[in-house]
């Protein structure tokens, strides 16, 4: 069955630096998504992306993140200024069509953002 | 607003058992999905089963089946023939239709099951 990749598997950064996290979703999918969960707490969503634009966000998802499909086939999300209340583990996915639909959604197996 | 509630933080089942995973939720919406993701010790999440809430019957994937009472906001997922592969972390999410395509997901319930 295709898979999410995602890359790197767990990235440690320092406080206030930018990072990058790095997702290859699943070829024909046209919905891409970034949930994040902080350990011991529940998944959350970040944003959804849909036709090159953000089609959701959430209040977690501010100033400081970005997406960007770049290239075709990568999905990024960025932290501009790393926060230590931003270590979390981030969950990439990706769909044919969204779950307002009861499509099912394909996840990567996330990057462990650590940031001290 | 919309809550997922998994009251069941770990649960313990014996190979070949039977086991219930509890799951409410709250939504002021009628038409809305309900999903079951599994994540196993190599941390991908995994969709087990789906519910459409205008359908009155349970959904079933081979071993898997849910429970799924509307009036009660409950969507318990059984698992048959418990094995030892299904071992994991198991999640209920929400998605209440309309125009978002965001899952509310619960804290989740830690299966282990036991040879």
């Known amino acids: 069955e295709p898979e999410v990749t995602q890359t790197p598997s767990h990235q440690v950064t320092q406080m206030g630096q930018e990072v990058i996290l790095r997702c290859v979703p699943i070829?024909?999918?046209?919905?891409f998504y970034w949930y994040r969960q902080i350990l011991g707490q529940k998944v959350e969503f970040l944003v959804s992306?849909?036709?090159?634009?953000?089609?959701?966000k959430s209040e977690i998802f501010d100033d400081q993140f970005s997406v960007e499909r770049p290239d075709g086939s990568n999905f990024t999300l960025k932290i501009r200024s790393t926060k230590l209340e931003d270590s979390a583990m981030y969950f990439c996915?990706?769909?044919?069509?969204?779950?307002?639909?009861?499509?099912?959604?394909?996840f990567g197996s996330g990057t462990q953002l650590s940031v001290l | 607003a919309q809550t997922v509630t998994q009251s069941q933080p770990e649960m313990s089942v014996q190979e070949a058992e039977t086991v219930t995973l509890s799951c409410t939720y709250d939504?002021?919406?009628?038409?809305?999905?309900l999903f079951w993701y599994k994540q196993p010790p190599s941390r991908q999440m995994i969709l087990v089963i789906r519910?459409?809430?205008?359908?009155?019957q349970n959904a079933t994937e081979n071993r898997f089946s849910v429970n799924f009472q509307k009036a009660a906001k409950s969507f318990s997922l059984k698992i048959s023939d418990s094995q030892l592969g299904d071992t994991a972390m198991y999640f209920c999410?929400?998605?209440?239709?309309?125009?978002?395509?965001?899952?509310?997901f619960g804290t989740g319930t830690l299966l282990a099951v036991q040879p």
């Open positions: 996915a990706s769909s044919v069509d969204g779950p307002q639909v009861g499509e099912k959604l394909f």
């Open positions: 070829s024909n999918h046209l919905y």
């Open positions: 992306f849909y036709n090159n634009e953000i089609s959701e």
């Open positions: 939504t002021s919406e009628n038409n809305y999905y």
């Open positions: 519910q459409e809430a205008y359908k009155q």
């Open positions: 999410a929400l998605n209440y239709g309309g125009a978002t395509n965001k899952l509310i």
